[in-house]
C-alpha cells in the first residue's frame, strides 16, 4: 500500500500512477511511435479493428497523424516542464525528487502530475521552504 500523502517528508514525496496505467500509456504511445516511424513494419490484418484504423490513417491522413505525435510529445514535455514549477511550489526540494517527477511527468503526462497536484504538504514544510527561497 502506498504511504499517505502527508506521512513523506514534502522534500522527498514522489508517487507513482497504477502500473496498468503506465502500462496502457507506453503501449499506446509505442504504437503511435511504431505507426509514424514504421508504418510498413505493423501488422495490420493481425490487429483487428486497430491495425484497420491505423493503417487507414497513416494512407489517408499521414500529415496529421505524424503532427499529432508530435503534439502528444509537446504537451508532454510541457506537463514536465510544469512539474518542476509543482515540485517547487509544495517544497518537494530533492532534485533527485523533481528529477523524478520530470521524468516520469514525461512519460506518463497527466497521469503522473495528478499525483503531485493533489499532494498537499504540511503547512510547517511549506512555509519553512518559502522561507529558504526568500
Known sequence: MAPSS???????YFRRPPTYVMLLITAGMGYYGWAVFAPATI?????????TFTKY?????NTPFKIGYLISWLIHIGEA???FK???EKGISGHITQL???LQTLAFGG???YYLKIYK???KASERFNQKTK
Open 100 to 102: 523524478l517527477w520530470f
Open 86 to 88: 509543482l515540485c517547487k
Open 6 to 12: 502527508s506521512s513523506q517528508e514534502p522534500c522527498t
Open 111 to 113: 497521469f503522473s502530475l
Open 43 to 51: 501488422p495490420y490484418d493481425n490487429l483487428g479493428p486497430l491495425g
Open 81 to 83: 516542464l510544469y512539474s
Open 57 to 61: 490513417l497513416v494512407e489517408n491522413h
Open 121 to 123: 504538504p504540511s503547512r
